[in-house]
């Protein structure tokens, strides 16, 4: 991840240096690679993404005793649709494909691999720009996203592939307050997400887990820095709050408790306008720092178990691009 990291300290050197001579002067323009950004009416906007993420963590039993080491690779393939069907009002489309291998050491040394794949539950959003900062000090953003349980949930076996998809209905609701200059902007995010009951088939032993719903929060800060006409800098952070959930396996007949989870975020990605606020490569990384989190067995406290020592480094590309 060296390189990685290297890209984000030039980035922000870079904006350090550029920040001395900032024009704080308000500015309304809709820069596509802005967190503020929001189709005007008529536009279509269209954001392809691919990204590699891996994490690592460790488990341990009630005793403490460390069970295994596992790590987690991904790659995403992400399209986003938006329309401006007013200047205040867009409509949007995330669908995504994905496809993982899960590695778990074990004491003894054996290592078992599962992967899985497959598309992720389409979300159709709205955004409605309540306040406009070209006649206030701000803008306000009021957003709500709803992902149907579109496919299958299939957790992974040594034998069969797994799904990629949730297993269940959610729906995002959130808001973002934000101010734009000639050369910055900054934007405060807040998201409540609801995940309804889930259902995943456990293909291992032909039986499944359900999950109770949800809500957690999130609380973020997105910025962006113009260092010229054609190159910006993007940077942010936020916490995410989870909530408990109550697990039901049915090859067990047990229930358990599932808290902890919550992780904070760090982005940072370098922008670069190929044709002038039309189309926009991006390349980004992004560390997410999880909780420790513990799964509670009222009934068999000896299955208690914890996952410790959790990480994950993101890196992705992305190229944004309009058509009016």
Request: glycine share 8%; hydrophobic share 35%; net charge negative.
């Amino acid at each position: 991840m060296r390189w990685t990291i290297s890209i984000a300290a030039a980035s922000l050197l870079a904006a350090g240096a550029q920040a001395q001579a900032l024009d704080s002067t308000p500015d309304t323009t809709r820069i596509i690679s802005d967190p503020l950004y929001l189709p005007l009416s008529g536009q279509i906007y269209g954001s392809t993404a691919y990204r590699w993420s891996s994490d690592k963590q460790d488990t341990f039993d009630a005793t403490g005793a460390q069970t295994s080491s596992v790590q987690n690779t991904g790659n995403t393939l992400d399209q986003q649709f938006q329309y401006g069907v007013t200047d205040d009002l867009a409509l949007r489309l995330d669908w995504g494909y994905d496809w993982r291998n899960i590695s778990r050491h074990l004491p003894a040394g054996d290592t078992l691999v599962r992967s899985s794949s497959g598309w992720t539950d389409p979300a159709f959003g709205v955004t409605w720009r309540a306040l406009d900062q070209g006649v206030n000090p701000f803008s306000l953003d009021l957003r709500a996203d709803y992902a149907p349980d579109a496919f299958p949930a299939k957790s992974a076996s040594t034998v069969d592939e797994g799904t990629i998809a949730r297993g269940g209905d959610s729906v995002d609701l959130g808001l973002t307050l934000g101010h734009q200059t000639r050369d910055f902007t900054i934007a405060a995010l807040f998201d409540a997400t609801w995940l309804d009951a889930r259902k995943v088939e456990n293909q291992e032993n032909d039986g499944f887990s359900t999950a109770d719903s949800q809500w957690n929060y999130r609380l973020g800060v997105d910025s962006q820095l113009r260092l010229s006409d054609v190159m910006s800098v993007n940077a942010g952070a936020g916490h995410t709050f989870a909530n408990n959930s109550t697990v039901f396996n049915s090859n067990t007949g047990l229930t358990h408790v599932s808290t902890g989870g919550d992780f904070t975020d760090l982005d940072v990605a370098l922008n670069y306008h190929f044709v002038p606020n039309t189309v926009v490569g991006s390349i980004g990384y992004q560390h997410n720092f999880y909780d420790d989190a513990r799964n509670l067995f009222p009934a068999s406290p000896a299955d208690n178990s914890a996952v410790r020592n959790k990480d994950e480094d993101i890196v992705g590309v992305t190229m944004r691009y309009t058509l009016n």
